[in-house]
């Protein structure tokens, strides 16, 4: 089964670097994807990891070791519109579902 | 503009009285899924499609049901609304299972 787990929040100030991690147990995996979600808002696409490894783009960037159980999302030069929530999903054995963390609420201060 | 449309976006009921959320994409997308999002409990599966007239249970499909007669909609359908359905839901689709998903704008529902 997943059992995943994510801080529950984390601050931070513009300008700085911020990792958040994620652990999560799975039988089976089948990729592992990170979103964003704005207070209120749909969830948007961040990254997708399938290998070990890193996966860069722009400011943010997720991580990946699939022996560990373990990927984090690393987000650069912050901004105070990283203010939000950031989900960690693996997808599920089956290949059936996302399952999504409890996120982690991310406040970015000047 | 590719994009996944719920409709509507805030709904308050009473308990008992029928509703349907809809759901549709533009994308041709095969599978499509309901999420229910509690505060403290993320976002949980409530049934997804993987293709037309094949649909399944998520992990909390009580209380729900859902239908996919046509590639494009997935219709969320609360029977006998309870006060515990009050939550906010997102539909969401993919290009295939397991796949990278896009979703909707969200309903928040209030069932009183």
């Known amino acids: 089964g997943q059992n995943i787990d994510q801080p529950t929040e984390m601050t931070a100030t513009e300008g700085a670097i911020v990792q958040i991690n994620c652990t999560y147990q799975?039988?089976?995996?089948?990729?592992l994807f990170w979103y964003q979600q704005h207070a209120g808002e749909a969830p948007t696409f961040l990254s997708y990891?399938?290998?070990?490894g890193l996966e860069e783009k722009g400011r943010f960037s997720s991580f990946l070791s699939r022996s560990k159980g373990y990927s984090y999302l690393l987000l650069k030069e912050l901004q105070m519109k990283d203010s939000a929530s950031y989900l960690c999903?693996?997808?599920?054995?089956?290949?059936?579902?996302?399952?999504f963390g409890k996120g982690t609420t991310l406040s970015v201060s000047s | 503009e590719a994009q996944v449309t719920q409709n509507p976006r805030y709904l308050i009921t009473v308990t008992g009285k029928k509703l349907t959320v809809t759901c549709s994409q533009n994308?041709?997308?095969?599978?499509m899924s309901w999420y229910r999002q509690d505060p403290g409990l993320g976002l949980r599966q409530i049934y997804y499609?993987?293709?037309?007239?094949?649909?399944d249970k998520g992990d909390v499909p009580e209380g729900y049901k859902v239908s996919r007669k046509e590639k494009r909609n997935f219709p969320l359908i609360l029977e006998s609304p309870s006060p515990n359905q009050t939550s906010l839901y997102f539909c969401?689709?993919?290009?295939?299972?397991?796949?990278?998903?896009?979703f909707g704008s969200g309903t928040q529902l209030s069932v009183l």
């Open positions: 799975t039988s089976g995996f089948n990729g």
């Open positions: 994308m041709n997308h095969e599978y």
């Open positions: 969401a689709s993919s290009l295939s299972r397991g796949e990278k998903l896009f």
């Open positions: 499609s993987m293709n037309v007239e094949v649909t």
């Open positions: 990891n399938v290998l070990d």
């Open positions: 999903a693996p997808v599920n054995q089956a290949g059936t579902a996302l399952i």
